[in-house]
């Protein structure tokens, strides 16, 4: 029988740069999506994937995250007082058993694989998922559900796959596709940021990954690659070929690059749109803002 997948990498080390001087004081997964974090977000697809221990890889400036985790024993007092006890209910989304999180730290940001390889105590022979929460998706199953269930047949090392056009696909790992079989393709090469003229399909990789430990000893060699870090997609390519094998999976769901400052907005603006509470509202104001800017025009 296959390896259950109940450990999950969260690389959260990364400097944030697009979002400053925002990201100066407080860590890009701690930006909130409506009344949420990013980090909820992919708590709660990972814990809806079966994921029991969740490893955070962070860095300086971060303490806001792994607060965040923590019981807030004055507030929730406070509101048991209250008699608040739907917002009670909301804040116990957020509290992790002692012991199911873990926090490692990457001194340097010397990339994503870097990141994942910073981990690699805490991994031992099984596979692992990596979840990156900058890329939120929205989706019926969460996508890591959808993942672990396809890797239930595939085994060997996915990577959630994207289709993107030619002029966008320099921005990220794109799959060399071997066999095309719907929402799994197998691969047979991958690419860091290829030049629109090398990319090799029009699938790109985004941020979902569910990893032999294998990839963790390609890591130890340290190798540098496209902007001078060490990246994590060359690491998975070091599978390709092996009798383990690599997978692209379509995921079923909209993601949203909450990295960039478009993607975020993006985001507000559709998971607004989903909330009962606030869809009239704010479906009323983009109406007005539209029929305001093609008055202008
Ligand atoms: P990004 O490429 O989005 O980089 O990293 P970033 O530093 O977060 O943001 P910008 O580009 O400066 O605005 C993708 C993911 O990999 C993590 C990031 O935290 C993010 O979740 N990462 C990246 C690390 O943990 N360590 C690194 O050295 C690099």
């Not at 921005?171 to 393709?185: I, N």
Request: charge should be negative.
């Amino acid at each position: 029988m296959r390896a259950k997948v109940t450990k999950a990498i969260f690389p959260v080390a990364g400097l944030g740069t697009r979002f400053l001087p925002a990201t100066k004081s407080v860590p890009k997964e701690i930006m909130t999506l409506v009344d949420r974090p990013l980090i909820q977000y992919a708590i709660d697809e990972a814990r809806a994937a079966g994921i029991k221990e969740f490893i955070f890889v962070t860095s300086r400036g971060k303490s806001a995250l792994e607060d965040y985790f923590d019981h807030a024993q004055q507030l929730e007092s406070e509101l048991r007082k209250k008699g608040k006890t739907e917002l009670l209910e909301i804040l116990k989304e957020t509290n992790m058993d002692s012991g199911e999180i873990a926090y490692v730290r990457q001194h340097k940001a010397l990339g994503l694989g870097h990141a994942v390889w910073c981990a690699r105590r805490l991994i031992h022979n099984e596979p692992f998922a990596v979840i990156l929460p900058d890329d939120v998706i929205a989706a019926e199953k969460p996508c890591l559900q959808q993942m672990v269930e396809a890797y239930a047949e595939t085994g060997g090392s996915m990577v959630a796959a994207m289709e993107v056009p030619p002029e966008k696909a320099s921005a990220y790992g794109v799959l060399d596709v071997q066999e095309d079989m719907g929402s799994v393709v197998s691969v047979k090469g991958m690419v860091e940021k290829p030049a629109p003229e090398a990319a090799p399909s029009n699938l790109a990789v985004i941020g979902r990954y569910i990893l032999n430990p294998h990839v963790l000893k390609a890591l130890n060699k340290k190798e540098t690659g496209a902007g001078g870090e060490i990246q994590l997609t060359d690491a998975i390519a070091k599978e390709i070929g092996t009798e383990r094998g690599v997978y692209g999976f379509r995921f079923r769901g909209q993601r949203f690059d909450c990295g960039s400052k478009a993607g975020f907005l993006q985001a507000t603006v559709s998971f607004g749109l989903s909330r009962d509470d606030l869809k009239d509202e704010l479906m009323a104001y983009l109406q007005e803002v539209i029929a305001l800017d093609k008055a202008a025009q």
